[in-house]
């Protein structure tokens, strides 16, 4: 039988135990990682409710998998693998905001904890990487990249100071990169094109830097340069499709764009067929291979200084490696024959009459209040060297439309003749596309 006294000793044990045992359990540290034993005896930590979610989630019942996710999120709203499905569940339920929420949670706690749900190679990643890889992915999807117009053409979503600034930047960025002499001064690209000039430009950049890193084929390379040519050799091409001189973003963002569909391709977040329907909009709407209407053509130029301008871009156009060596030619020769340079003398004269016409070339000095020069022309009239060139011609024309000049009573035949102008080497524009995208 136990005493009265052995009953009270029984119980001052049993609550001296009781109170080191509620001390323990209060000195643990209660965190993310090593959670409170009396929590996880008495108290929800959402780790079923998250595995419910994630195998609705894998079944496509996106109802259900968000019921579970805010039963695991109000148990714990910490549970990384709630809010990882939570924010897979609501991309796929079209709501952005909460998606972008979760991934934005997620990247705050910075936990260690893997997954293996939408991953590229379906081995197992931290949940905080796959949140930052998702969370930039669908800032590029809810941008809108491309708007339809009335006619239910794509174009560009940019506004046009926003788009001349771009393509004049990518038009810079270009020819810097370009090795050029020492004494080669760089043309001032909005002296030298218009806006629209540019814009066209700069969509010719474009889609040789998507060939280049093999984000479309050669073929389609081809056939789109080859339809819309003539915005860039106006004279010996013809037009281009309607539009292409509207706004265009820089490369930089249309490649970026490009990019992070083929990641959501490969993280299985779009499928191959959407991701080839929106490249495809994307490319077509930079340069149509098969134009509806095309611009109308432009006007050759009937003066001295606005033919030398049209030479001097396309000196610009082959230095960015937009255009061959025989088209550049081909351009030049229809410029100078508008202005009546190449213009062979009549059979009636004199066969003296050429000879004249080098030895005038050659030796009449150039008064220089004759030559009439616009400001910002400096970079456009080359000076005159002993070789004849087309700006030499030029020269010539206007001076000789001047009164004339004294001329050196005698000149041999070796003093006239000038040295062979040298061809450009031949030049392939067409980048090394070693597989399509």
């Known amino acids: ?141 809810q941008s809108e990249l491309l708007i339809e117009n009335k006619d239910g053409s794509k174009t560009f979503n940019i506004s046009k100071d926003a788009g001349c600034e771009q393509s004049k930047t990518t038009i810079t960025k270009a020819l810097k990169k370009k090795p050029s002499a020492p004494a080669k001064k760089q043309p001032e690209v909005g002296a030298l094109f218009t806006a629209q000039e540019q814009n066209i430009i700069s969509r010719f950049l474009t889609l040789k830097e998507l060939a280049e890193k093999d984000l ?50 490969e993280n299985r977040a779009i499928t191959p067929r959407e991701f080839s329907a929106e490249r495809d909009v994307i490319i077509e709407a930079l340069l149509p291979p098969n134009p509806r209407t095309r611009m109308k053509p432009k006007a050759p130029s009937r003066n001295i200084l606005g033919a030398a301008k049209d030479l001097r871009k396309l000196e610009v156009l082959y230095d960015l490696n937009l255009i061959t060596s025989a088209e550049k030619a081909a351009e030049q020769k229809a410029i100078e024959s508008y202005l009546g340079i190449n213009s062979q003398p009549a059979a009636s004269k004199p066969a003296a009459a050429p000879a004249a016409a080098r030895t005038t070339v050659s030796t009449a000095p150039v008064n220089p209040t004759e030559m009439i020069v616009s400001a910002g022309m400096e970079e456009v009239l080359a000076p005159k060297g002993k070789t004849i060139n087309t700006v030499e011609r030029l020269e010539t024309v206007e001076t000789l439309s001047a009164p004339a000049a004294p001329v050196n009573p005698v000149v041999t035949e070796a003093e006239t003749a000038a040295p062979a102008v040298a061809a450009p080497a031949p030049q392939n524009i067409v980048p090394n596309v070693s597989s399509p995208f």
């Open 216 to 265: 479309i084929t050669k073929e389609e390379f081809l056939s789109r340069r080859q339809a819309n040519v003539g915005g860039l050799l106006p004279l010996t091409k013809t037009p281009p499709a309607t539009g292409i001189d509207a706004p265009v973003p820089s490369p930089d963002l249309i490649i970026e764009r490009i990019e992070v569909l083929k990641d959501a391709t």
């Open 1 to 141: 039988m136990f005493t009265s006294q052995t009953i009270k000793k029984i119980l001052l044990s049993a609550t001296a135990l009781s109170l080191l045992a509620g001390c323990a359990c209060l000195d643990k540290k209660d965190t993310d990682k090593e959670s409170n034993w009396f929590v996880r005896q008495f108290e929800k930590d959402g780790k079923r409710e998250a595995e419910l979610a994630t195998v609705a989630y894998s079944h496509g019942d996106f109802k259900k998998a968000q019921d579970e996710v805010n039963a695991a999120l109000k148990a714990n709203p910490r549970n990384q693998q709630a809010l990882y499905v939570g924010a897979l569940n609501a991309e796929k339920l079209g709501r952005y905001n909460r998606a972008r929420q979760y991934y934005e949670d997620l990247i705050v706690i910075n936990g260690n904890e893997t997954t293996i749900l939408g991953t590229p190679d379906g081995q197992p990643r931290k949940i905080t990487e796959m949140a930052k890889s998702r969370l930039r992915m669908l800032a590029v999807k």
